[in-house]
C-alpha cells in the first residue's frame, strides 16, 4: 500500500539516522533528503517539501543544541509537527452524533470510488451500532443502483432507490400510457429519472423509520460539468444535508486541489474522504493537497472491500508514518469487535486453563470482524503495513476460514472439551467428511488449537477479581506475563521486554489491556 510504503522510507531514513553515533550536519542533511524523496515521490507539492525542510532545518539546529539534549528526539518531534502542519486543514468537520437523525450527502466524479464509499461509510457505523440507511439518487450510471443493492445487502443495510430495469418499465408504461391518451412526445421528459424526487423520498421514508444516518449517493459524471453540479445543488436543496462528503480518488495526487476547489464552489463540502490509497504512489499528495483547500479528510479507502476504509485523523497518521503506532486507533478497532462485557467470562476461563476449540473459534470470528491485519498491526508502535503483504494476508484469512468451516462440524462436546484425547480417528474422519475437507487439514486446524492452547495455558492461575473488576485484575498482571502470550516476532518489533513495559504504560487503562489479551496471538 502506498501510505505503507511512504511510511517505511521516512520511518527507515529516521532509523538510520538513529543508528548513526552522533549526528550532525551530514546526518541530518541525508535523513532529511531521504524523507524529501519519498514525500515527493507520492506527489507532494515541492513548495511543501522545501518549506518543511527549511522549517525543521530552523528548528534543528545542531549547533544551538545544548550537549546532553536528546537530539533524535527533538528531530523526529520537528518533523512529525511538519508533516502534521502539512496535512492539517485547521478545521474540524461536522460529526453525525449516534442516535440523532443526520443526512449526509455524497459528491464526486464518476469513477472516484463514491458508490462503494457511501457502503464503506455505512458499515463502519452500523458496526459501531449505529442505524445507517442508504439512498441511491445515482440515475446517470445505469448499474449504480445494483451496486449500492448488492453492497447494502451483503451488509444488510437498508437501502433506497431505483433499478435501471423498473425505471425503464416504468417509463415504458408512463410513455405509452401518454401517447395512448395523445400526449405524443410529452412522454419523453418522464423518461428522464428525477434524482431529486428519489433523494427527497429515500430521505423521508428513513426518517419515518429512525434511521440515524442517511447515506444519499449522488450521480457522478466523467469531468466536473455544468449538469453534475446543477443537479448536486437540486439534490442538495430537497434532502438538506447535514453534512456533504466529497469523494476523491487519491491517484490524481496534487490535482486534487483544483477538484476540490471546484466541488467547494457549488456546495458546502464539509468533509472529504480519498480513496484507493492502496495501489497509487500518488497519494500523499493527495492528502496535502486537499488540506490545502481547508476541507478535513475523515476516511481513506484503501482497497475495494467494504472493511477496507480507515479514520483519518492527522496526528495518529503521521504517527504510523513515521512507525510510533497509532494506541487509539488500535483499541478502538478492539473494541469494535471484542464487547468488554465478554471479556471477563473469557478471562475466567483462559485463568482456569480452559482453553476449548470453541473459544478458539470465537477468536477467530474476532479476528475476521477486525479487517485486514496489516491495517490494524500497522497501528502498533515498530510496525509498518509494509510487514503484512496483502496476498500473505488474504492467505491467513481464508486459512481462518476453513479451520471454522471444520469446526462448524464438530459436536458440542467436542467443541467444548479439554480433553486432547476426545478427538480420536473416527471423529477426525467425522470432521473432514462433513466439512469437505481432507484429514490432514483437520490434523493442520487441531495442531494450530494446541499451539494455541499452550500459549493461553500461560495465563493459568491469574486471579480474576470477583464480578470480573477488570482495573484489579490488571494490577495483577504485568509485563512478564504479557511477553509470554505474545509471539516472539511480534515482541521484538514492539522492541522487546523494554518496549513492551513502555507500550503498557501507554495502554494506561486497564480496560484496554484486557481487550488485547483477548485478542493476542492469533
Ligand atoms: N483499489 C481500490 N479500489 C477502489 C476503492 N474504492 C473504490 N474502488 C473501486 O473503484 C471503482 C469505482 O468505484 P465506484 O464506487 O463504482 O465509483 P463511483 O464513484 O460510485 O462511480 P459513479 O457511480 O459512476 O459515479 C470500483 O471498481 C471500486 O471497486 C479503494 O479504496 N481502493
Not at 495518529?316 to 478497532?333: A, E, I, T
Request: aromatic letters at 6%.
Amino acid at each position: 500500500m502506498v501510505l505503507g510504503q511512504l511510511g517505511g522510507s521516512i520511518s527507515r531514513a529516521l532509523q538510520q539516522m538513529s543508528n548513526a553515533t552522533i549526528i550532525d550536519e551530514k546526518v541530518l542533511n541525508d535523513c532529511l533528503n531521504e524523507i524529501t524523496r519519498a514525500l515527493l515521490q507520492a506527489d507532494v507539492q515541492f513548495k511543501l517539501v522545501r518549506d518543511m525542510q527549511t522549517n525543521i532545518k530552523k528548528i534543528v539546529n545542531l549547533d544551538d543544541l545544548a550537549a546532553g539534549h536528546n537530539k533524535r528526539r527533538i528531530i523526529q518531534q520537528a518533523i512529525f509537527n511538519e508533516l502534521c502542519k502539512m496535512l492539517d486543514p485547521g478545521k474540524p468537520s461536522f460529526t453525525p452524533k449516534k442516535g440523532k437523525t443526520s443526512i449526509v450527502m455524497f459528491v464526486g466524479l464518476q469513477g472516484s470510488g463514491k458508490t462503494t464509499t457511501c457502503t464503506k461509510y455505512a458499515y463502519y457505523h452500523q458496526k459501531k451500532g449505529w442505524k445507517p440507511a442508504l439512498v441511491c439518487a445515482d440515475t446517470f450510471r445505469a448499474g449504480a443502483f445494483d451496486q449500492l443493492k448488492q453492497n447494502a445487502t451483503k451488509a444488510k443495510i437498508p437501502f433506497y432507490g431505483r433499478g435501471i430495469g423498473k425505471l425503464l418499465g416504468a417509463c415504458k408504461n408512463a410513455r405509452a400510457l401518454l401517447l395512448e391518451i395523445g400526449y405524443g412526445n410529452a412522454g419523453k421528459s418522464y423518461m428522464e429519472s428525477d434524482p431529486v424526487k428519489i433523494a427527497a423520498e429515500g430521505v423521508e421514508r428513513f426518517k419515518k423509520e429512525n434511521c440515524d444516518l442517511i447515506i444519499v449517493d449522488t450521480s457522478g459524471r466523467h469531468k466536473q460539468e455544468a449538469a453534475l453540479f446543477e443537479e448536486m445543488r437540486q439534490v442538495s436543496e430537497a434532502t438538506k444535508p447535514d453534512l456533504v462528503i466529497f469523494v476523491m480518488d487519491g491517484s490524481i495526487g496534487q490535482a486534487a486541489f483544483d477538484q476540490a476547489q471546484a466541488f467547494k464552489k457549488i456546495v458546502s463540502v464539509g468533509a472529504v474522504i480519498v480513496t484507493k490509497m492502496d495501489g497509487h504512489a500518488k497519494g500523499g499528495g493527495a492528502l496535502s493537497a486537499v488540506a490545502a483547500t481547508k476541507s478535513p479528510v475523515i476516511f481513506l479507502g484503501t482497497g475495494e472491500h467494504m472493511d477496507e476504509f480507515e479514520v483519518f485523523d492527522v496526528k495518529p497518521f503521521v504517527s504510523r508514518l513515521l512507525g510510533m503506532g497509532d494506541w487509539s486507533g488500535f483499541m478502538d478497532k478492539i473494541h469494535e469487535v471484542v464487547p468488554m462485557d465478554q471479556q471477563p467470562e473469557l478471562m475466567q476461563k483462559l485463568s482456569e486453563g480452559h482453553f476449548t476449540l470453541r473459544i478458539m473459534y470465537e477468536q477467530f470470528q474476532n479476528i475476521l470482524k477486525m479487517g485486514p491485519m496489516g491495517q490494524v498491526l500497522s497501528m502498533l508502535p515498530g510496525f509498518s503495513a509494509e510487514l503484512m503483504p496483502k496476498g500473505h494476508e488474504k492467505e491467513s484469512q481464508a486459512k481462518v476460514k476453513r479451520y471454522m468451516t471444520m469446526m462448524d462440524s464438530m459436536t458440542n462436546e467436542e467443541l467444548d472439551s479439554t480433553n486432547p484425547k476426545l478427538m480420536n480417528e473416527s471423529r477426525i474422519m467425522r470432521i473432514a467428511r462433513g466439512s469437505g475437507r481432507q484429514v490432514r487439514d483437520v490434523m493442520e486446524m487441531l495442531e494450530e488449537y494446541k499451539r494455541l492452547a499452550k500459549i493461553w495455558g500461560k495465563m493459568k492461575g491469574l486471579k480474576i477479581p470477583k464480578g470480573g473488576d477488570m482495573s484489579a485484575l490488571s494490577r495483577n498482571m504485568n509485563a512478564q506475563h504479557m511477553s509470554k502470550v505474545l509471539p516472539p516476532q511480534m515482541l521484538k518489533q514492539i522492541g522487546g521486554m523494554g518496549g513492551l513495559q513502555s507500550l503498557m504504560k501507554q495502554m494506561g487503562s486497564s480496560k484496554d489491556m484486557m481487550s488485547m489479551f483477548g485478542k493476542g496471538d492469533k
